[in-house]
């Protein structure tokens, strides 16, 4: 029912306008990572809410472009799910956008009825330990950025010339980033890592990659279809040490059963004889990757000149405490680790996007309760800067669904802005003032059939764009 009179001498047409506006409630998602495409989706739900998609990248998708593996494209079809929300009459992409620089937090909120910040974590942990700055060790982060075509890794050219890599870290990340430096190339080049990565793993030296854990087998961050996947890795053999392994047998009775399998497996490839089918192949491999448990990194070392990375000093570390809560105690000892590449793997961490916005940078996540930020109403998080960077696409998914059924309950309990909000009109103002040009999703259309024909020549699923200028020009801005 109205709750007051039409303006005076207003037309049934613009007292039609304003009624519907009123009940379209505009809402924006910062981010379009698979957090941001999952919220925008359950928004959706909602008849006639209208979401506006902002990212900062020309190119939607996030962590599914630019953090999933080449060699895991069945991982990327959630691509398809993203796709059918974009074409939605009442979604729209805008890339090419970074929020906190080219628009702020307070600007959104007044445009739209509530706002939604998924931007993910797009940094890494640092190590904090001396000789960090050093050529020759880089970010696993990075390292995956530079294979996958992220644009602000691309000049990385990581110097493959040396027999020993070391990873710091034991999760699906440095597993992954081992099997890349490990995988024979002709296996990659019919996937959609990027021509320049391709070229440089051709000439790779890399024979051993070590990843390197403070705690023990039990403790692994890993999950067990990528340890498979590694252990059945064609030209690579496992080195993993029995004397790790001492005692487990009697303590994996107690853990949850996913992570029961993943140690049986682990305790099967270090004690037991392979099959002759495993042995003839890891008897031919040329190439070897092992977990180091038990070691914690305290410096890098520098070359006897002090121009690169030439290896790992690590403090011998035993387990105190039960479970999932054991910490590594360093016993003095220490061990010194040769390589000629370190590529940290021990965590993402998110930013504080604008000074608006409540942040906390110990634990790295926009402080909120079920996906509220505290004390700013109208204002909501999802993903991995609602949570902290851990977990998987699907736990991501149930994660945004969570904060879009908050907002939907705040908006139909009344806690949102009631009247009109100009949504995507008042920023584009604003955009158009400060010269930036948004990427629509069907300019992305463009740029996403321009790399599946350039892919095409050589039987890739798409040859990536790596240069956001580039993409620009392409799409005539």
Request: hydrophobic share 35%; with cysteine; glycine share 10%.
């Amino acid at each position: 029912p109205r709750t007051r009179p039409p303006p005076a001498g207003s037309t049934p047409s613009f007292r039609h306008h304003l009624s519907t506006q009123e009940k379209t409630p505009q809402i924006c998602v910062v981010g379009s990572g698979p957090a941001g495409f999952y919220t925008a989706q359950h928004l959706l739900k909602h008849p006639q809410a209208h979401v506006d998609i902002y990212e900062k990248q020309p190119v939607p998708f996030g962590l599914v472009r630019f953090g999933v593996a080449p060699d895991h494209p069945e991982v990327k079809n959630v691509i398809n799910t993203f796709t059918q929300t974009a074409h939605s009459g009442r979604c729209a992409f805008w890339g090419n956008v970074e929020v906190g620089r080219d628009v702020t937090v307070p600007e959104l909120r007044e445009a739209y009825h509530a706002v939604v910040l998924s931007y993910g974590a797009e940094d890494h942990r640092a190590l904090e330990i001396p000789g960090e700055e050093l050529p020759g060790v880089c970010s696993a982060r990075a390292f995956v950025g530079w294979y996958n075509g992220l644009p602000e890794n691309r000049e990385l050219e990581p110097d493959l010339s040396c027999d020993t890599a070391v990873i710091l870290g034991q999760g699906n990340v440095a597993l992954d980033v081992a099997r890349i430096l490990l995988t024979p190339p002709e296996h990659l080049e019919r996937t959609d890592i990027t021509k320049a990565a391709l070229g440089v793993l051709r000439q790779s030296r890399v024979k051993t990659v070590w990843l390197v854990g403070r705690r023990g087998p039990l403790q692994v961050a890993f999950t067990i279809k990528e340890l498979r996947e590694m252990i059945q890795l064609p030209g690579a053999r496992p080195i993993l040490d029995p004397a790790d392994f001492l005692g487990l047998q009697d303590k994996i009775k107690e853990v949850p059963r996913p992570r029961k399998r993943l140690t049986e497996l682990l305790l099967r490839t270090a004690t037991e004889k392979p099959g002759p089918e495993e042995a003839a192949r890891w008897a031919s491999a040329s190439r070897a990757w092992g977990l180091r448990f038990f070691r914690s990194p305290q410096q890098v070392l520098p070359s006897p000149d002090g121009r690169r990375a030439a290896g790992v000093r690590l403090a011998v570390t035993r387990l105190e405490g039960v479970g999932e809560a054991t910490r590594a105690v360093p016993t003095g000892d220490m061990e010194d680790l040769p390589c000629g590449l370190v590529l940290s793997s021990v965590g993402y961490k998110s930013r504080p996007v604008d000074p608006s916005v409540p942040f906390d940078s110990k634990l790295g996540v926009i402080p909120n309760v079920e996906g509220r930020v505290m004390d700013v109403p109208g204002l909501y998080c999802s993903g991995w800067v609602k949570r902290g960077p851990t977990g998987v696409i699907a736990t991501t998914m149930t994660d945004s669904f969570l904060t879009g059924q908050m907002l939907l309950q705040d908006l139909k309990a009344g806690l949102l802005p009631s009247g009109p909000r100009p949504g995507y009109a008042a920023i584009q103002a604003l955009l158009s003032s400060r010269g930036v040009r948004p990427v629509s999703f069907s300019d992305w259309e463009k740029l996403d059939a321009e790399e599946v024909a350039r892919g095409q020549g050589t039987g890739k699923p798409r040859e990536k764009l790596v240069d956001p200028q580039e993409m620009l020009r392409l799409l005539g801005h």
